[in-house]
C-alpha cells in the first residue's frame, strides 16, 4: 500500500541554519504531496502542496519539489528562525476514493535555538 | 469563520466511564474525519465520513463509535474508556471527492484515562 517515509527526529538548528527534511514515499498511483505543519499545542496545519511531478510547493519561505523519479518531497528551508520550532508531516493524497484520504508520515520535530 | 472547532480541549476519565467528543465544520465540507495522535506512532485514523449519511472505519476503530450528525458535525464515542485510549484526538474535514484536497484540522481533544 501507499506510505511515507521521513527522517527521524529531532532536529535541532541554530537561528539562520539551512534546513532539510528528507521525505520519501510509495504509492501506486499519481498522488498529491504535502507538509503539514504543528505547532506546539495545536492542530496540523497545511504548510504546502504539490499535485504533479516537478511542482514546486512554496510558503513562508519553505519549499519542496515533487520528484516522480526519486519518489521524493523534500522540505527545505534557507535561514530558520525560532519560531519555525515544530513537527513537521510530510503526507499524500492518494486518489482513488470517495474521500480526501491522506497518508502521513511519521513526522519529524524541529527545534531551532536562538 | 471558525474553521474546524472540538470540545472539550481537556479531559480526564476513569477507566470504564463513557465519553462524546464534538467536532463541528463551518467550511461545507463534505469529508470529516477522526484521528489518534501518539508518541512515536504519528497520526493514525480512527473513523472517517466521506459525506453527510455514510461512515466507515479507519485504521484503528476499535473501542470508538461515531455519528455523522448532519453535514456540519462528526462526533466520536468512548462507551468504556480504557488507558490505551489516553491519546490527543484531531477533528479533521475536507471538501471530498477525492480531489487531493487538503484536510484541516481542528485544534485537537487532550484525553487521560486513569
Known amino acids: 500500500g501507499d506510505s511515507v517515509t521521513q527522517m527521524e527526529g529531532p532536529v535541532t538548528l541554530s537561528e539562520e541554519a539551512f534546513l532539510t527534511i528528507n521525505c520519501t514515499y510509495t504509492?501506486?498511483?499519481?498522488?498529491?504531496l504535502f507538509w503539514y505543519v504543528q505547532y506546539p499545542g495545536e492542530g496540523l496545519q497545511l504548510l504546502l502542496k504539490?499535485?504533479?511531478?516537478?511542482d514546486k510547493g512554496s510558503n513562508k519561505g519553505f519549499e519542496a519539489t515533487y520528484r516522480k523519479e526519486t519518489t521524493s518531497f523534500h522540505l527545505e528551508k534557507g535561514s530558520v528562525q525560532v519560531s519555525d520550532s515544530a513537527v513537521y508531516f510530510c503526507?499524500?493524497?492518494?486518489?482513488?476514493?470517495?474521500?480526501?484520504?491522506?497518508?502521513f508520515g511519521p513526522g519529524t520535530s524541529l527545534s531551532v535555538i536562538p | 469563520n471558525a474553521g474546524v472547532t472540538q470540545t472539550p480541549k481537556f479531559q480526564v476519565l476513569k477507566t470504564g466511564q463513557s465519553m462524546t467528543l464534538q467536532c463541528a465544520q463551518d467550511?461545507?465540507?463534505?469529508?470529516m474525519y477522526w484521528y489518534r495522535q501518539d508518541p512515536g506512532m504519528g497520526l493514525r485514523l480512527i473513523y472517517y465520513?466521506?459525506?453527510?449519511?455514510?461512515?466507515d472505519k479507519g485504521e484503528v476503530p476499535n473501542g470508538y463509535n461515531v455519528s455523522r450528525l448532519n453535514k456540519r458535525e462528526f462526533s466520536l464515542r468512548l462507551e468504556s474508556a480504557a488507558p490505551s485510549q489516553t491519546s490527543v484526538y484531531f477533528c479533521?474535514?475536507?471538501?471530498?471527492?477525492?480531489?487531493?484536497?487538503?484536510?484541516?484540522f481542528g485544534p485537537g481533544t487532550r484525553l487521560t484515562v486513569l
Open positions: 467550511m461545507n465540507h463534505n469529508s
Open positions: 504509492a501506486t498511483g499519481y498522488p498529491s
Open positions: 465520513s466521506a459525506s453527510e449519511g455514510t461512515t
Open positions: 503526507a499524500l493524497s492518494d486518489r482513488a476514493t470517495s474521500y480526501d484520504k491522506v497518508i
Open positions: 479533521a474535514s475536507s471538501s471530498g471527492g477525492g480531489s487531493h484536497n487538503e484536510q484541516f
Open positions: 504539490a499535485t504533479k511531478a516537478d
